[in-house]
């Protein structure tokens, strides 16, 4: 299974753009699908995630009101449509998925087994 996060790009405080994540390589029924971030200098922090079918989003509280994850089953894709924008927001940005995850671990990185390549966003104040 290969995912591919695309979408990122430079964008003004304030402004709006929509992350996907598309898999391929084989049917792929992902338990849980996430979305994470790595800034310059810093670790790769939680985002948002989703269950299969739209169940259970969890978003962390930077982006909590501004981001909305939401999943294309039949596409096989995971978007993250973000919003009112901060220089803050600029990383790269990856999806990952697991088939296997637990409730409890969804915004643990070690729970997700599949990763996209990343993309970057770019906040410009």
């Known amino acids: 299974v290969q995912l591919q996060a695309f979408g990122g790009g430079l964008v003004q405080v304030g402004g709006s753009l929509r992350l996907s994540c598309a898999a391929s390589g084989r049917t792929f029924r992902p338990r849980a699908t996430a979305w994470f971030r790595q800034a310059p200098g810093k670790e790769r922090e939680f985002v948002a995630t989703?269950?299969?079918?739209?169940?259970?989003?969890s978003y962390a509280d930077t982006v909590k009101g501004r981001f909305a994850i939401s999943g294309d089953n039949a596409r096989n894709t995971v978007y993250l449509q973000m919003t009112t924008l901060k220089p803050e927001d600029t990383a790269v940005y990856y999806c990952a998925a697991s088939e296997t995850i637990i409730l409890s671990s969804t915004r643990r990185e070690a729970a997700y087994n599949y990763w996209g390549q990343g993309t970057l966003v770019t906040v410009s104040s």
């Open positions: 989703i269950w299969w079918g739209g169940r259970n989003p």
